[in-house]
């Protein structure tokens, strides 16, 4: 385990439990910002991709959010999903996504959050997600637990794939790739109890974290709907992997995350799957 006095030293003499603190405050921050302005935005646009869309919330959050932490952590470098990367020479990286689920919320479902994490190199160390409408935080700091508001949380023992419920994602990308993530949606949902898509990775992670299901994977995703969710669901007792095999990779955009009596399984299912031909569907 990295020791908590490295991180002090890479942050300038800030505690671990400090930075945890300021990652949950982070969150709170998305919190407020976000309930406030619940059906009442004012600007959408589209970044370019179908269903990838920004709107003033997001940018809003975002700039509060980097200027809690460029005051708190001025030496911490950022990567944030609307402006980007901020690089202060750190091996430290915050890694923000100001509203996760921008499409749930530009419609008011309520299915959204904000996502904080602390990583180190390319390890999540802390993290911390906010969901709004539930009124819930979650949040886990490196060998201290992962919690949802003041209760500590556990992945699920549910340990047959047949009585599990999962949930999963599809990326921006699915509509040009056969790598897209609908056969093994398909192919999953007749082998559990079913399988949910929330629209919102980070809010996935946390609800593994907190047993509300049972197992996560999903491709093509980016480091901020990684980095808090990744260690919230580690501190849990829950693993973070590739799938269908190898390591987890911040960096690879891919994740499967479980209670590991269903890791085996569920990598074995998905190890099975045919992607859908594209002109079945185009």
Same mark, same amino acid.
């Given at each position: 385990m990295l020791e908590p006095s490295k991180i002090e030293v890479l942050a300038k003499n800030i505690s671990l439990a400090s930075l945890y603190e300021i990652a949950k405050n982070?969150?709170?921050?998305?919190?407020?910002?976000?309930?406030?302005?619940?059906?009442?935005?004012?600007?959408?646009?589209?970044?370019?991709?179908?269903?990838?869309?920004?709107?003033?919330?997001?940018?809003e959050v975002e700039?509060?959010?980097k200027e809690y932490l460029i005051e708190k952590t001025?030496?911490?470098?950022?990567?944030?999903?609307?402006?980007g990367k901020l690089n202060?020479?750190?091996?430290?990286?915050?890694?923000?996504?100001? *509203?996760?689920?921008?499409?749930?919320?530009?419609?008011?479902?309520?299915?959204?959050?904000?996502?904080?994490? *602390?990583?180190?190199?390319?390890?999540?160390?802390?993290?911390?997600i906010s969901v709004p409408y539930l009124n819930e935080l979650y949040s886990a700091c490196i060998g201290v637990?992962?919690?949802?508001?003041?209760?500590?949380?556990?992945?699920?023992?549910?340990?047959? *794939?047949?009585?599990?419920?999962?949930?999963?994602?599809?990326?921006?990308?699915?509509?040009e790739t056969e790598d897209n993530n609908y056969a093994e949606f398909c192919y999953l949902t007749h082998k559990t109890r079913g399988?949910?898509?929330?629209?919102a990775a980070a809010v996935d992670l946390a609800f593994v974290a907190a047993g509300k299901v049972d197992g996560y994977w999903e491709r093509g995703l980016e480091v901020w709907d990684l980095a808090a969710g990744a260690i919230i669901v580690k501190e849990a007792g829950g693993i973070i992997s590739n799938y269908p095999s190898g390591e987890f990779n911040l960096s690879s955009g891919r994740i499967l995350a479980c209670s590991p009596s269903l890791e085996e399984e569920l990598k074995n299912e *998905?190890?099975?799957?045919y992607p859908f031909k594209k002109n079945l569907y185009t």
């Open positions: 982070s969150a709170q921050i998305g919190n407020e910002i976000l309930k406030i302005n619940y059906n009442k935005i004012q600007k959408i646009s589209s970044k370019g991709r179908k269903g990838d869309l920004v709107t003033n919330v997001d940018v700039n509060k959010i001025p030496n911490i470098s950022i990567n944030a999903e609307e402006s202060k020479s750190s091996e430290l990286t915050w890694c923000i996504d100001p *509203l996760d689920g921008t499409t749930n919320y530009s419609h008011g479902y309520p299915f959204f959050g904000t996502s904080i994490g *602390l990583v180190y190199k390319n390890d999540p160390i802390i993290g911390a637990g992962s919690f949802c508001n003041d209760t500590e949380l556990k992945v699920s023992s549910t340990c047959n *794939l047949s009585d599990s419920l999962l949930v999963t994602g599809f990326s921006y990308d699915r509509f399988v949910r898509r929330g629209g *998905l190890d099975n799957v």
